[in-house]
C-alpha cells in the first residue's frame, strides 16, 4: 500500500508539464494542494534530475546508545548499586538521558528496590521464636488487647534512614550480605521511650544517650506505671518489653514484680513482631516527608512528641491486631524475619 506522502508526490508531480509550459505557477500549486511551495519545488527538481521521485531508504540516526556503552553501564551499577541515574550518568560521563540509563537497567533485570535491614537471626533464636509464635497463636485477640507494648528508639534528624534504594535483580536476596543499609549521623538525635494500647492509651518520653537500669525504671514510674494502674479490672494489662540490658537487669525485673505488674516473655532477635516498630516508622517517615522546622535537640522532642499524639486511635488498634497475623508470618517463615 502506496503512503499517502507518495501520494501526495504524485498530485504534485501530475502538475510538472502545466508547470513547464507556464501555465501555473509553484504557488499555486501549493495553494490548491494545500502543501509547502518548497515541497513541490523539490518534487519538480527531483524529478527534472532523475525522472523519479520515489525517496530512498533513510539509514536512520545512528544509535546513541552502544552495546559498549551498555555494558559499562550493567557493569558500573553492579559494582555500585546505591548509585542514582544522576551518580551514573555523571561518573561514566554518558550523553544520554537518565530515562535511557533506567531503560537500559530494565532490560537487563536490575531494578531500584527499597530495602530494610533484616537483622541475622541464629539457629537458637529463631527456634526459640517459632516456638513461642505457636504458643502465642493459640491466643485471642482480647490477649493482645491488654498488652502494653513499649520500646526504645534513636530519632535522628536529617540522617540515618533504616531503608535505602539500591539496584538488584529480582533473583537476588532482599538485602545482600556486603550491602550496609544505614547512615551513621545527622543534624540532631534524641532517645525515645514509647507504650501504647489498643485502646490507644498512649505515653512518651525522651532522654539522651544509652539509659541505664536506674534510669528505665524511672520512665516506668513516670509512664507506663500509671498506664497500668488506669486499667486494673477483669482484664489486667500485661507489660512487654524486649531483652535489652537495661529490661532484663536485676533491679529492673525486681522492680517490676514487687509493682505487681506481669511482664511478657519476649522471644530474642524479635523486634519484628513488635508493632510498636511501626509506630516509629510512621513518625520517621512523617519526619522525612513534612517540611518541618527543626534546628536543635528541643524542637526535633516537640516534632516527636507531636507526631506521636497524632497517630489515632484506630491506627493503634490496627496495629496491635496485627500480632496474630506477624506470628503466622513467622511460623511459614520457619522462625526468620517477619515483614510487617
Keep these: 500500500m502506496e503512503s499517502t506522502r507518495y501520494l501526495t508526490n504524485l498530485k504534485i508531480l501530475s502538475y510538472y508539464e502545466l508547470y513547464q509550459r507556464g501555465h501555473i505557477s509553484i504557488n499555486m500549486i501549493a495553494l490548491e494542494l494545500n502543501v509547502s511551495w518548497k515541497r513541490v519545488d523539490e518534487i519538480f527538481t527531483k524529478f527534472k ?30 559494582k555500585n548499586r546505591k548509585s542514582s541515574l544522576i551518580d551514573i550518568k555523571t ?10 540509563i533506567a531503560k537500559i537497567l530494565k532490560e537487563e533485570g536490575l531494578q531500584v528496590y527499597t530495602t530494610k535491614k533484616n ?40 540522617g540515618p534512614h533504616d531503608k535505602i534504594k539500591l539496584w538488584r535483580y529480582q533473583t537476588e536476596s532482599r538485602i545482600p550480605e556486603d550491602f550496609e543499609t544505614s547512615q551513621k ?4 538525635s534524641i532517645g525515645v521511650w ?16 544509652r539509659v541505664n537500669a536506674e534510669q528505665y525504671i524511672d520512665i516506668l514510674k513516670k509512664n507506663m506505671i500509671p498506664v497500668f494502674n488506669s486499667k486494673r479490672g477483669k482484664y489486667r494489662p ?66 516527636v512528641e507531636k507526631l506521636f499524639y497524632d497517630i489515632d486511635d484506630e491506627t493503634l488498634k490496627n ?21 510487617a
Design 49 to 78: 534530475e532523475t525522472s523519479d521521485i520515489k525517496e530512498k531508504p533513510r539509514e536512520g540516526r545512528p544509535p546513541i546508545v552502544t552495546d559498549r556503552m551498555k555494558r559499562n553501564i550493567i557493569l558500573f551499577v553492579k
Design 91 to 100: 561518573h561514566l560521563k554518558l550523553d544520554i538521558t537518565t530515562v535511557t
Design 119 to 158: 537483622f541475622y537471626i541464629p539457629n537458637e533464636a529463631q527456634q526459640a521464636r517459632l516456638d513461642t509464635a505457636q504458643k502465642w497463636l493459640k491466643l485471642d485477640i482480647t490477649f493482645w488487647n491488654r498488652i502494653i507494648w513499649s520500646d526504645e528508639c534513636n530519632v535522628v534528624y536529617d
Design 185 to 188: 549521623f545527622g543534624k540532631c
Design 194 to 209: 514509647a507504650c501504647f494500647m489498643a485502646n490507644g492509651t498512649r505515653r512518651i518520653d525522651f532522654f539522651n544517650g
Design 238 to 303: 500485661i507489660f512487654q518489653q524486649d531483652n535489652a540490658p537495661c529490661h532484663k537487669a536485676k533491679i529492673t525485673m525486681d522492680f517490676l514484680k514487687k509493682s505487681g505488674i506481669e511482664v511478657l516473655y519476649w522471644p530474642p532477635y524479635s523486634p519484628d513482631i513488635n508493632p510498636i516498630e511501626n509506630v516509629w516508622a510512621l513518625i520517621k517517615k512523617k519526619i522525612i516527608k513534612e517540611n518541618f522546622v527543626i534546628n536543635n535537640q528541643k524542637d526535633l522532642v516537640l516534632c
Design 319 to 339: 496495629l496491635s491486631d496485627s500480632v496474630p497475623n506477624r506470628l503466622k508470618e513467622l511460623i511459614d517463615n520457619q522462625g526468620l524475619w517477619v515483614n
